[in-house]
């Protein structure tokens, strides 16, 4: 499975914009770019997800690199709420079962 | 119901009992999953069930017994556990499909096991 590497830990101050890296040098052609968080106490929840095209949703934005290494998730206005761990994972589309590998991941706090 | 229900919350047992963790999902999902996660590790996939069989074992000691016993319910049986087992268990479902389309996985909260 190609493998992903994060930033251990990030801080960011309350209302501002974040951005939490990801690079996947290793990225295959059919891996799809998933973003995951969890909150503390809570199992993990699924954030945005995307192939080539930068992505938007309602709970973030993801950036991609035009050669697909590099990835970058970004909120827009960091609240107390999204202190969390965000995982950033690689999920290949030929697989006939959707396994899920979490790396280290990253840890962002937020300062009010 | 976007729902992933687990129970227990919370178990603990010495290294000869025997017991289970239940997790249900009424999403029509026909993917399951069980994930351990040590303190400040991510969570580790142990098994994966698609329509009901198992498709994945990620090498987990026979102490830990995965059952299906319909699409709605995914059950953990320990038996002879050891203290480093001690861990969060999480169950997670989802659509079967295309692997990397958005086959978000929903996970439950998670059941807190500590061995003696």
């Known amino acids: 499975d190609a493998k992903t590497t994060q930033p251990n830990s990030m801080e960011s101050n309350e209302e501002e914009p974040v951005h939490l890296p990801c690079n996947h040098s290793t990225i295959s052609g059919t891996d799809y770019i998933h973003w995951y968080r969890q909150l503390p106490s809570q199992g993990p929840e699924y954030v945005i997800h995307g192939l080539t095209s930068n992505v938007n949703n309602r709970m973030a934005s993801l950036a991609i690199a035009e050669d697909r290494k590099s990835s970058t998730l970004i909120l827009h206005r960091a609240t107390l709420r999204d202190a969390a761990v965000y995982y950033c994972?690689?999920?290949?589309?030929?697989?006939?079962?959707?396994?899920?590998?979490f790396g280290p991941g990253t840890s962002l706090s937020v300062i009010p | 119901d976007t729902e992933v229900t687990q129970t227990p919350k919370h178990l603990v047992m010495g290294m000869t009992n025997k017991k289970s963790l239940k997790c249900e999902q009424h999403?029509?999902?026909?993917?399951m999953y069980w994930y351990k996660q040590k303190a400040k590790k991510p969570p580790e996939l142990m098994f994966v069930y698609s329509y009901e069989k198992l498709s994945i074992n990620e090498s987990v000691p026979s102490r830990f017994s995965p059952e299906c016993p319909n699409s709605s319910l995914l059950n953990l049986h320990l038996h002879a556990l050891q203290p480093e087992d001690s861990a969060l268990y999480l169950c997670?479902?989802?659509?079967?499909?295309?692997?990397?389309?958005?086959?978000?996985?929903?996970f439950g909260p998670g059941t807190r096991l500590t061995v003696l």
């Open positions: 994972i690689l999920r290949d589309l030929q697989t006939s079962y959707d396994k899920v590998i």
């Open positions: 997670a479902s989802s659509h079967l499909g295309l692997a990397g389309a958005k086959n978000e996985q929903f």
């Open positions: 999403m029509g999902h026909r993917a």
